[in-house]
């Protein structure tokens, strides 16, 4: 089997995702820094490991983490062993870590975040319309990284005075290019201030989650300080870093296809399409890190060895032939049925998918309703991925407002 390198500054995902599709089902893998692991790249196949009770999150039955293999400096290290939370247990631990969680993230408890959701948008598109109107607007850092960071920050009771810190340590803890000697430093940092925000929450507790699962340990739930330091910032990375993604994702994708883009303007295809077929084409998240088989796995014709790590690799099953037919690699809001697992799917679905699809379903619309007109800036093809080898993530997202709803003001 042939070994496929992903390439850590991500400048051909698309490329790159066809070759893994290629390569089988199941494919071997060396993740930046030499690392070797196996990547699933089928959609039946991923679904059904995602439910296979013999592949873990227990880095401890990794066995090049048993020889010594991975070395604590190697960038994708917090990505790997980022300590105990839902994210890395099995089981019962699972089901307690994930339940508070999850009754916390409801569809009926998301929803009444509507009202919120809506006033930070428009104060967004209110910053967006007094800008320059002659002068191109990076979309990403004005519009689609304040609404979702504010959101998550204001359900888990982050301060937003913490929000520039925590954005610089973020970017180092996704990058593939950060110095191993500041992986240490870096992942110290966040613990630290993921610690202190918990420590405030335990001295002056609000109506916030984090709040929640303080009090939820102190009423016998047990939950350990490091597993409320580290479930917050599991919550705040993935609640903020794939709804980026997801609104940028889609701004490009009518932008680059502008004949649906009439449709969802015109109101013949409607938004939840063009969401969902976003996430399946164009998914925010590209590589999930990582699980490992305790046994041998039949993995279509090939077998993921025990002890092997696997990512699930969504960026190459989103555009998998085998479920989505011949038109796998084209875009189609109008696609039905669309059942894909961008945000996973069994006992690891991402809690926060709702939530989600919430905040795009109420900012896009919002967004093209205030500025019709809205093209790129720069062609498609220009714009960069970052070096990010979990998240599709562009650097920036130029593009030209034009008249705010689509007339002179």
């Not at 498609?380 to 030209?400: M, S």
Request: negative net charge; charged residues 25%; glycine residues 8%.
């Amino acid at each position: 089997m042939t070994r496929i390198a992903l390439d850590p500054f991500v400048r051909d995902l698309d490329g790159e995702s066809a070759a893994l599709r290629a390569a089988g089902p199941l494919a071997e893998v060396e993740l930046p820094g030499g690392v070797h692991v196996y990547a699933v790249t089928r959609h039946a196949e991923a679904r059904a490991l995602l439910t296979d009770s013999r592949v873990v999150k227990d880095i401890n039955v990794w066995g090049a983490w048993q020889r010594g293999e991975i070395p604590m400096d190697w960038p994708l290290i917090g990505l790997a062993n980022p300590g105990r939370s839902m994210l890395t247990v099995d089981g019962a631990d699972h089901r307690r870590l994930r339940t508070l969680v999850a009754q916390a993230l409801t569809v009926r408890r998301v929803e009444r975040l509507r009202e919120g959701i809506e006033a930070l948008t428009n104060a967004s598109l209110e910053k967006l319309a007094a800008l320059p109107a002659d002068q191109p607007v990076d979309l990403k850092a004005e519009f689609a990284y304040p609404l979702p960071m504010n959101v998550i920050s204001e359900l888990m009771g982050v301060d937003a005075a913490d929000h520039p810190r925590l954005k610089e340590l973020f970017e180092k803890f996704f990058s593939t290019q950060t110095p191993p000697e500041e992986v240490p430093q870096m992942m110290a940092d966040l613990g630290a201030l993921f610690t202190k925000i918990v420590d405030d929450k335990r001295a002056n507790p609000g109506d916030d989650l984090t709040s929640a699962l303080i009090a939820a340990s102190e009423d016998g739930d047990h939950l350990t300080d490091e597993e409320i330091v580290n479930t917050l910032q599991l919550i705040i990375a993935a609640g903020h870093e794939t709804t980026i993604s997801l609104i940028v994702n889609v701004v490009e994708a009518l932008q680059t296809h502008p004949e649906q883009r009439k449709k969802v303007l015109n109101g013949e295809i409607g938004w939840d399409g063009v969401i969902e077929e976003t996430l399946r084409w164009n998914t925010p998240t590209s590589h999930v890190l990582i699980r490992f088989a305790t046994e041998d796995i039949e993995v279509g014709d090939k077998i993921l060895p025990k002890g092997e790590g696997l990512i699930i690799s969504f960026g190459a099953l989103g555009r998998d032939e085998e479920q989505y037919g011949p038109t796998a690699g084209e875009f189609d809001a109008t696609r039905t049925p669309n059942r894909h697992i961008a945000f996973g799917h069994g006992p690891h679905v991402c809690p926060g998918a709702a939530l989600s699809r919430l905040e795009a379903g109420i900012a896009l619309p919002a967004l093209y309703e205030r500025f019709p007109e809205l093209e790129l800036a720069v062609p498609a093809a220009e714009l960069r991925n970052k070096p990010i080898v979990t998240q599709n993530d562009l650097y920036e997202l130029p593009v030209e407002l034009g008249c705010p709803f689509g007339h002179d003001a």
